[in-house]
C-alpha cells in the first residue's frame, strides 16, 4: 500500500517541518509515504480566486492517477474519530486499494474538478487550520491509524 499526500505550497518553520519528519519516519514501520508539495502559483495575489484554483488543478492533475483512491481532505468532508479513521483505512488496506491519495488545495480549497474527481472527501475538523498545520495534523493521525490497526500503546482509549 502506498499513501501519497499532494499538498499545495511549501511547509515553512522548523517545528513543522520537524513534526511531519517525525510522523513520516515513523509510518515507514507500516507503509510507503510520501507528501508531494507542489509550490504555489507565482503572483497568486493577482489572479482571481476561480483562476487560480483552475491552476492548482493543473498542478495536482499531474500527480493523480486513475488506479490510486482519492481522498480530498476539504472542509465539506465527513468528520471520522482516529479509531474510525483507523478502521477507514483498514478498509482501504483489506481491499487491496493500489494506493491512496490525499490531496490538500490552496488557501482557496480545492477546484470543483478535483473534488469531482476524488473518491472521498474527509475533514479533519470543523476548525480551521493553516494548511502547513493540516500537513502536520494530518501525518500524525495517519500514523496514529496505523498504531491502531496494529493495537499498539500510542493511542489510548
Not at 490552496?106 to 493553516?130: H, P, W, Y
Request: charged fraction near 30%; proline fraction near 1%.
Amino acid at each position: 500500500m502506498k499513501i501519497k499526500l499532494i499538498a499545495i505550497g511549501k511547509t515553512q518553520g522548523a517545528w513543522l517541518i520537524d513534526g511531519i519528519a517525525e510522523y513520516k519516519s515513523r509510518l515507514k514501520h507500516y507503509t510507503s509515504y510520501e507528501c508531494i508539495e507542489i509550490p504555489d502559483i507565482k503572483n497568486r495575489a493577482n489572479i482571481p480566486i476561480d483562476k487560480l484554483k483552475e491552476l492548482e488543478e493543473l498542478e495536482i492533475e499531474k500527480y493523480l492517477d486513475k488506479d490510486s483512491f482519492i481522498i480530498a481532505l476539504d472542509e465539506n468532508g465527513k468528520e471520522y474519530s482516529s479509531e474510525n479513521f483507523s478502521n477507514y483505512i483498514l478498509k482501504k488496506i483489506s481491499f487491496e486499494t493500489k494506493s491512496i491519495i490525499f490531496v490538500i488545495g490552496g488557501a482557496f480549497g480545492i477546484s470543483n474538478v478535483i473534488l469531482e474527481r476524488c473518491n472521498d472527501k474527509i475533514a479533519l475538523s470543523k476548525m480551521t487550520f493553516s494548511h502547513q498545520m493540516v500537513r502536520l495534523v494530518f501525518t500524525e493521525q495517519l500514523y496514529r491509524a496505523f498504531t491502531i490497526i496494529k493495537n499498539e500503546k500510542y493511542h489510548h482509549k
